[in-house]
């Protein structure tokens, strides 16, 4: 049901991309944000056999209901540390972080995208040399840890997180 919700928001990220194309520079070299991990950052997605994956937004504040999350911490503008269980097999658990609530699917991917064009974002380049991770702060001074995956220009997952 969640990615069905998704679908309409889904679009628009896409359009987004494709008439901004949007980009960073790292070492020199430039790197297009052609994708983004929307599913699997906004729907909380699961497997049967293994945790929980994903789930780092929240609009509307229950979205996420179905992992049944426990909050761990509340941070700065309502971000929270929560623990999320698997909807089969409770004790499979994942921690995770979740975007302010009133903050929608479409908003969290900007203030992603935005992150790689703060100057001070921090970029390294992962130890498999197949993605780079950036760590920053939006305008409103959340601090925000992004995954892009080199070979499909994607980002591959985003998430606010708790200092």
Not at 88 to 93: E, G, P, Q, Y
Not at 111 to 122: S, Y
Not at 127 to 153: C, F, R, V, W
Request: aromatic share 14%; hydrophobic share 30%.
């Amino acid at each position: 049901h969640r990615i069905y919700e998704l679908q309409e928001y889904r679009a628009q990220i896409v359009n987004y991309l494709q008439e901004h194309k949007p980009y960073f520079i790292y070492e020199g070299q430039q790197y297009f944000i052609e994708d983004i991990a929307s599913y699997h950052i906004h729907a909380g997605d699961y497997f049967r056999k293994d945790q929980p994956s994903g789930g780092h937004s929240n609009y509307g504040g229950n979205k996420l209901n179905h992992f049944n999350p426990i909050v761990n911490k509340e941070g700065f503008l309502g971000v929270k540390d929560v623990i999320l269980h698997n909807a089969r097999f409770m004790n499979k658990t994942k921690p995770s972080s979740i975007y302010p609530e009133n903050w929608s699917e479409y908003f969290c991917d900007l203030k992603a995208i935005e992150i790689f064009n703060n100057p001070n974002t921090e970029i390294k380049l992962s130890k498999n040399g197949m993605s780079l991770q950036a760590i920053g702060k939006t305008s409103e001074g959340l601090d925000i840890i992004l995954h892009y995956d080199i070979t499909h220009k994607r980002i591959k997952t985003h998430y606010p997180y708790i200092i």
